[in-house]
């Protein structure tokens, strides 16, 4: 079964740093998100992004945060400056179109990053 | 304010129950329903329901949705130790984004 990948799992990094969060969604998918889960709280909507570029954005998603679509296959979630309140779990996700969107968004298992 | 509200938050059953999950929403612009189960990490699809009053099946899984009253259940019939996790309900907003209730943590004791 197709699957959306992501890396790294688990990231540590120091307040501050830039950080870069990977996806490869599923090959024949146009829709591409970023979604992010803070420790017991809601899985949180960040950002869409389709026919290479932004659909629709929260107010979570600032200046600090950028997606970019580099080749055929990536897409990441960059985060320019740290802050410890971007600890979370950040989860991609890719949706078809057709009958493929009948199944539903397609989430990848997460990047867990902390920030110290 | 776009909100999904699940209930109960937390479930204890016993194998081979019967559970019924709760999930109402107020979003702008809805077009659809989804229903998810999280055990680890990722998120896995279970059902998406567009239209009122139409039951869907997945096995010991069946969920309906009611445009009128803006609401969905998740019912699980003969409930396994396997279905513990956290279900999730979601809500689509216009035509990209995912608006998701707080989650109901189900455990099914043996």
């Known amino acids: 079964e197709p699957e959306v990948t992501q890396t790294p799992s688990h990231q540590v990094t120091q307040m501050g740093q830039e950080v870069i969060l990977r996806c490869v969604p599923i090959?024949?998918?146009?829709?591409f998100y970023w979604y992010r889960q803070i420790l017991g709280q809601k899985v949180e909507f960040l950002v869409s992004?389709?026919?290479?570029?932004?659909?629709?954005k929260s107010e979570i998603f600032d200046d600090q945060f950028s997606v970019e679509r580099p080749d055929g296959s990536n897409f990441t979630l960059k985060i320019r400056s740290t802050k410890l309140e971007d600890s979370a779990m950040y989860f991609c996700?890719?949706?078809?179109?057709?009958?493929?969107?009948?199944?539903?968004?397609?989430f990848g298992s997460g990047t867990r990053l902390t920030v110290v | 304010e776009d909100k999904v509200v699940q209930s109960p938050l937390s479930l204890v059953v016993h194998e081979g129950d019967t559970v019924t999950l709760n999930c109402s929403y107020e979003?702008?612009?809805?077009?659809?329903l989804l229903w998810y189960k999280q055990e680890k990490k990722a998120p896995t699809f279970l059902f998406m329901l567009?239209?009122?009053?139409i039951e869907k099946k997945s096995g010991r899984l069946s969920s309906i949705l009611d445009k009128k009253e803006l609401f969905s259940i998740l019912n699980i019939t003969a409930t396994q130790t396997g279905d513990s996790a956290v279900y999730l309900c979601?809500?689509?907003?216009?035509?990209?984004?995912?608006?998701f209730g707080q989650g109901t943590r189900l455990t099914i004791n043996p």
């Open positions: 996700a890719s949706r078809g179109t057709g009958r493929a969107a009948n199944y539903g968004y397609t």
């Open positions: 090959s024949n998918h146009l829709y």
């Open positions: 992004f389709y026919n290479n570029e932004i659909s629709e």
């Open positions: 979003v702008t612009n809805f077009r659809s």
């Open positions: 567009t239209s009122s009053g």
């Open positions: 979601a809500a689509t907003q216009g035509a990209q984004k995912l608006v």
